[in-house]
């Protein structure tokens, strides 16, 4: 069928809107199958050389297993420590240095001084 030789400008509104809408249910339900299609076609390619169904949805998954864990990477071992305090306010406040400056440093920084004046020193 040749869409081309269809002259749209001579159809009504009403029918117009009819033919797009179903043109656009046709549409969708013939890609959900093609896409079934698709996916029945790789299971089956990749069962003929050895991987089940659940090695296929974990490697769509970005390489996570059945059961959801992730391989790669091992978590940081430091994951969840309190790191030592780098700075000391006026009243024995203590910060790490780490994420936003606390409320007791930020009026001090407006008025001039400068984060480096709170150091705990290394000795």
Known sequence: MNIENIDLDKIDLATLKKLADSASE???????NELKDMVARWLSEAASV????????????GGRSA???KRGRAPRADKGA???PKYRGPNG?????????????????ATGKKKEDFLISKA
């Open 67 to 69: 059961g959801g864990a």
């Open 26 to 32: 046709k549409f969708q339900k013939r890609k959900q």
């Open 93 to 109: 406040e203590l910060w790490s240095g780490r994420g936003q400056a606390p409320k007791w440093m930020k009026p001090l920084l």
């Open 82 to 84: 309190t790191a030592a």
């Open 50 to 61: 050895g991987y089940s169904s659940s090695d296929v949805m974990a490697e769509l998954r």
